[in-house]
Nanobody, 113 residues
Framework: VQLVESGGGLVQPGESLRLSCAASGVTVSSYAMTWYRQAPGKERELVAR????????NYANSVKGRFTISRDNAKNTVYLQMNSLKPEDTAVYYC???????WGQGTQVTVSS
């Protein structure tokens, strides 16, 4: 299994980014997928999770109403739309599936004025 995250960057507070997680070596349609983030000096935390069908999602309280997780199983890709970004959203963002999958390299999101 290989997961490749992309779409990060440097943005100002209030702006938006859309992250992508492209999977290879596995068909992600069978699995719930999760976005995580890790800020400097902090542990990795769950940001958002989506069921295999996409019908069910849940979010960390800190991002509810601002972030949206989605998936395109035909493209074997999971997305994270991030709106109204705040400096505290600064972190490396990762996606993953069930326990045991290797982690990708992540994508850096920096929110700063």
């Amino acid at each position: 299994v290989q997961l490749v995250e992309s779409g990060g960057g440097l943005v100002q507070p209030g702006e938006s980014l859309r992250l992508s997680c492209a999977a290879s070596g596995v068909t992600v349609s069978s699995y719930a997928m999760t976005w995580y983030r890790q800020a400097p000096g902090k542990e990795r935390e769950l940001v958002a999770r989506i069921s295999s069908t996409g019908r069910s999602t849940n979010y960390a309280n800190s991002v509810k109403g601002r972030f949206t997780i989605s998936r395109d199983n035909a493209k074997n890709t999971v997305y994270l739309q991030m709106n109204s970004l705040k400096p505290e959203d600064t972190a490396v963002y990762y996606c993953n599936g069930p326990p045991g999958w290797d982690w990708g390299q992540g994508t850096q999101v920096t929110v700063s004025s």
